[in-house]
């Protein structure tokens, strides 16, 4: 069995339940980074980081397999950066094959691509219909991440 073998993927409903149940305050790191674990054996990625965000501002609560860029856990930032914001305002997943920084934006993910990370999938989290958070996963490779995967 291979990571991205069909046999291990992992059922989206627990993951979703895992993941609605971790946004809380009072949960650990360890909570996210064993869902990220897990969500790595299905489809691999390089960095994979947690958030928890509003309409203003956004706090890291896990990262795996470790810290990067001074991205970990309790980490907080005011502004939303452009990714961060559709997300939050559509509430749809996004692909970036080939990651970039935009003007304006200052979020401490922007330091991502000067450490080598060139792709991303982002998934909003959900509490009933409200955005309060996304999953982030990277890749070294440009265009790691496909809409089959997303």
Not at 18 to 32: F, R
Not at 51 to 77: D, K
Not at 82 to 108: F, H, K, M
Not at 115 to 127: D, E, K, N, Q, T
């Amino acid at each position: 069995m291979t990571a991205g073998d069909p046999s291990r993927l992992v059922d989206p409903r627990a993951l979703a339940a895992a993941l609605q149940a971790a946004m809380t305050p009072s949960d650990s790191d360890g909570v996210y980074r064993a869902v990220l674990a897990e969500v790595h054996q299905a489809l691999p990625f390089a960095v994979g980081i947690v958030l928890r965000c509003n309409q203003t501002s956004t706090e890291v609560v896990g990262v795996y397999p470790a810290p990067i860029a001074g991205i970990e856990a309790g980490v907080r930032w005011q502004y939303l950066d452009s990714a961060e914001r559709g997300i939050v305002a559509t509430g749809e997943p996004t692909l970036d094959s080939d990651l970039r920084v935009l003007s304006g934006d200052v979020s401490p993910l922007t330091r991502l691509p000067a450490f080598g990370l060139r792709s991303s999938l982002r998934v909003p989290l959900f509490a009933g219909t409200l955005v309060v958070g996304a999953i982030e996963l990277f890749s070294y490779a440009p265009s790691s991440f496909t809409a089959r995967v997303g």
